[in-house]
């Protein structure tokens, strides 16, 4: 998604939202992220307004103090940036990569199923399995932090069984051009 | 609001008068929850990536060389010799060796690019252009600042208010952004990149030009 992202071309303005609208985000993103209503108040405090950045291809920046906290594509998932995913690591389910798919998932690529469940990898067992189309952190073999932003295509228990294809599709990554903007 | 406020104190009084079982039920109804504090994630000075992920970075040495000399302990942390053998895990020896082989190649890669641009930044040049508009009244248009990263925006706002005048960033018949500063200014531009001042600021001198660009004469 952002790959290819040059602020002053693909930003199509600064709005400030509703608080009506502030309001509905706000409700989503704690259903959609495992946050308790504190931490995302001392993320983004009710006094701050929260700032809509549009962008091309129907991309939403979301901003608080001009700092981007997450992002949307569509109507779908709010996902936060990799950045604030670093500070709050807890909020989005965990998947891991080998070490193999490091350098492929830093160019952008999708993460790829084989790589997911190879002796490297990390999938939840079969009482945590994630569903498909849910927001997952990617997380690599031997590192700490996160290094991805993702949603999983298959559900993790299918990606065991069939091991072939996309498992993860990839929303933002470490190194991207969402990565290098620290200020909007 | 108001009557909110007028209401609540006799609330607040009633389990006092209660005592004991009154006041104990209260207080989970505010549970003093703290925000979870957030994990101080320490990024690279160099490419701004969390250290453990510097090695997959364009820029490697550099990023390996700033750590020792700025935090040794972490250096240990990451590039001490039992930290390489247990990062290698699970993949095989000429996987490893392949993607160093790649990291090599790709630093070489963002160097040669940082190269040209740093090149081409020095090549680049500021045309201060003296335009006459009606009899003794002229403009002064500032181009090619932004090769030097300066937001043009602020430094027309700069300008504006140091000439109190009126500035401005218009597009030019190339369809480049350049600064237009009512008044004949271009030797107070020029002193003024000379020094540095605000946001005009590292642009070497010699790429600077004045030039003057005179209106046709068509009457007398």
Same mark, same amino acid.
């Given at each position: 998604?952002?790959?290819?992202? $040059?602020?002053?071309?693909?930003?199509?303005?600064?709005?400030?939202?509703?608080?009506? $609208?502030?309001?509905?985000?706000?409700?989503?993103?704690?259903?959609?992220?495992? @946050?308790?209503?504190?931490?995302? !108040?001392? @993320?983004?405090?009710?006094?701050?307004?929260?700032?809509?950045?549009?962008?091309?291809?129907?991309?939403?920046?979301?901003? $608080?103090?001009?700092?981007?906290?997450?992002?949307?594509?569509?109507?779908?998932?709010?996902?936060?940036?990799?950045?604030?995913?670093?500070?709050?690591?807890?909020?989005?389910?965990?998947?891991?990569?080998?070490?193999?798919?490091?350098?492929?998932?830093?160019?952008?690529?999708?993460?790829?199923?084989?790589?997911?469940?190879?002796?490297?990898?990390?999938?939840?067992?079969?009482?945590?399995?994630?569903?498909? !189309?849910?927001?997952?952190?990617?997380?690599?073999?031997?590192?700490?932090?996160?290094?991805?932003?993702?949603?999983?295509?298959?559900?993790?228990?299918?990606?065991?069984? @069939?091991?072939?294809?996309?498992? $993860?599709?990839?929303?933002?990554?470490?190194?991207?051009?969402?990565?290098? @903007?620290?200020?909007? | 609001?108001?009557?909110?406020?007028?209401?609540?104190?006799?609330?607040?009084?009633?389990?006092?008068?209660?005592? &004991?079982?009154?006041?104990?039920?209260?207080?989970?109804?505010?549970?003093?929850?703290?925000?979870?504090?957030?994990?101080?994630?320490?990024?690279?000075?160099?490419?701004?990536?969390?250290?453990?992920?510097?090695?997959?970075?364009?820029?490697?040495?550099?990023?390996?060389?700033?750590?020792?000399?700025?935090?040794?302990?972490?250096?240990?942390?990451?590039?001490?010799?039992?930290?390489?053998?247990?990062?290698?895990?699970?993949?095989?020896?000429?996987?490893?060796?392949?993607?160093?082989?790649?990291?090599?190649?790709?630093?070489?890669?963002?160097?040669?690019?940082?190269?040209?641009?740093?090149?081409?930044?020095?090549?680049?040049?500021?045309?201060?252009?003296?335009?006459?508009?009606?009899?003794?009244?002229?403009?002064?248009?500032?181009?090619?600042?932004?090769?030097?990263?300066?937001?043009?925006?602020?430094?027309?706002?700069?300008?504006?208010?140091?000439?109190?005048?009126?500035?401005?960033?218009?597009?030019?018949?190339?369809?480049?952004?350049?600064?237009?500063?009512?008044?004949?200014?271009?030797?107070?531009?020029?002193?003024?990149?000379?020094?540095?001042?605000?946001?005009?600021?590292?642009?070497?001198?010699?790429?600077?030009?004045?030039?003057?660009?005179?209106?046709?004469?068509?009457? &007398?």
């Amino acid at each position: 998604m952002f790959k290819k992202f $040059v602020p002053s071309t693909d930003i199509a303005g600064h709005t400030p939202v509703k608080t009506s $609208v502030q309001r509905q985000i706000r409700a989503n993103v704690l259903s959609q992220w495992k @946050i308790e209503p504190e931490t995302l !108040e001392a @993320i983004w405090p009710k006094k701050e307004g929260l700032v809509h950045v549009k962008c091309r291809e129907h991309v939403s920046i979301y901003t $608080v103090n001009s700092e981007p906290i997450f992002f949307q594509h569509f109507d779908g998932p709010f996902y936060p940036t990799l950045r604030l995913l670093h500070k709050y690591p807890y909020i989005l389910p965990k998947v891991q990569v080998d070490r193999g798919a490091i350098r492929f998932l830093l160019a952008g690529a999708h993460m790829m199923c084989p790589g997911l469940t190879s002796a490297g990898g990390y999938l939840p067992p079969a009482e945590e399995a994630i569903p498909a !189309e849910r927001m997952v952190a990617i997380h690599a073999e031997g590192k700490e932090h996160a290094v991805g932003v993702g949603i999983t295509k298959l559900s993790t228990e299918d990606m065991k069984k @069939i091991n072939k294809g996309v498992g $993860v599709e990839t929303a933002t990554y470490l190194g991207d051009d969402l990565w290098a @903007i620290q200020t909007l | 609001m108001g009557r909110k406020r007028a209401q609540s104190p006799p609330r607040q009084a009633a389990p006092t008068e209660d005592e &004991g079982a009154g006041s104990s039920s209260q207080q989970p109804v505010e549970p003093p929850k703290e925000p979870t504090p957030p994990v101080r994630v320490i990024y690279c000075d160099v490419c701004s990536f969390p250290l453990e992920y510097c090695e997959f970075g364009s820029s490697f040495t550099r990023c390996k060389e700033s750590l020792k000399e700025s935090n040794e302990e972490l250096y240990n942390k990451y590039y001490s010799d039992e930290a390489l053998q247990s990062k290698i895990g699970t993949l095989s020896l000429e996987a490893q060796k392949k993607l160093e082989k790649d990291a090599a190649k790709k630093e070489a890669k963002a160097e040669a690019k940082a190269d040209a641009a740093l090149k081409k930044k020095l090549a680049s040049q500021v045309t201060i252009k003296r335009i006459e508009r009606t009899k003794r009244k002229h403009v002064t248009a500032i181009h090619g600042l932004e090769a030097f990263s300066i937001d043009l925006k602020k430094a027309a706002k700069q300008l504006a208010g140091r000439f109190a005048t009126g500035a401005s960033v218009t597009k030019n018949a190339q369809g480049l952004d350049e600064i237009v500063v009512q008044g004949d200014v271009s030797d107070e531009i020029l002193e003024i990149l000379e020094k540095g001042e605000g946001v005009l600021k590292g642009v070497p001198i010699d790429n600077v030009q004045v030039v003057e660009d005179k209106k046709k004469k068509t009457e &007398g």
